[in-house]
């Protein structure tokens, strides 16, 4: 068991109650997760060729534009360390690269719709292209998408050495970042590696 020690307080390591809280504690502190540079686009669109086995719905997709000549978009995929490694999260992790690379057309597609009707995502992304040779979105979902390996991001409430053994198996590895909570009373604060 761990703890925090802020003001005070004791604050005891505790579980996410399921996947949906972990996946709101992720949206609602993207930009210290993620970086400032970073569009978070927090849809669930599927991926990959209609009736393909290689095709499955992240948490969302992130634009990162921390180099802005070279962005990169990822897959966001929120997990609990209790879900299945190897009939779930791996399989998982799998489906997504080979979407990636057999849907390109249709998830173009799918985020230029988000990126359309979402004023503030459009906000975001419009405000980022400043500073990047890309004119608009498109041009810049063309980039991401044709010019650029897509990556996925895991958000897990725990990295087991199981999980780790996992990813060592992996050809192209995603990014992973571990978010605990803990709690004070009503009180929540988390620690992200």
Not at 13 to 38: P, S
Not at 39 to 49: A, E, I, P, S
Not at 90 to 106: D, L, N, S
């Amino acid at each position: 068991m761990a703890f925090l020690i802020s003001n005070q307080k004791v604050f005891e390591e505790t579980a996410f109650n399921d996947e949906a809280e972990l996946e709101k504690a992720v949206i609602e502190n993207k930009v210290n997760i993620f970086g400032q540079d970073t569009v978070l686009m927090d849809y669930k669109r599927k991926v990959g060729k209609k009736k393909s086995q290689s095709s499955g719905i992240p948490d969302g997709f992130l634009i990162d534009f921390s180099n802005s000549k070279n962005p990169r978009l990822y897959f966001i995929e929120n997990e609990l360390e209790s879900h299945d490694l190897y009939e779930h999260i791996g399989p998982q992790i799998m489906r997504f690269y080979a979407a990636f690379e057999t849907g390109k057309k249709e998830l173009q597609k799918k985020l230029i719709q988000i990126i359309r009707e979402d004023k503030s995502i459009n906000k975001e992304i419009i405000a980022n292209l400043k500073n990047s040779p890309f004119e608009n979105p498109d041009s810049l979902l063309y980039y991401v998408l044709y010019d650029n390996n897509a990556g996925i991001i895991v958000v897990i409430d725990e990295q087991t050495e199981d999980f780790n053994s996992l990813l060592k198996r992996l050809n192209e590895k995603p990014e992973v970042v571990e978010l605990k909570k803990f709690q004070h009373n009503s009180e929540i604060i988390y620690q992200y590696i």
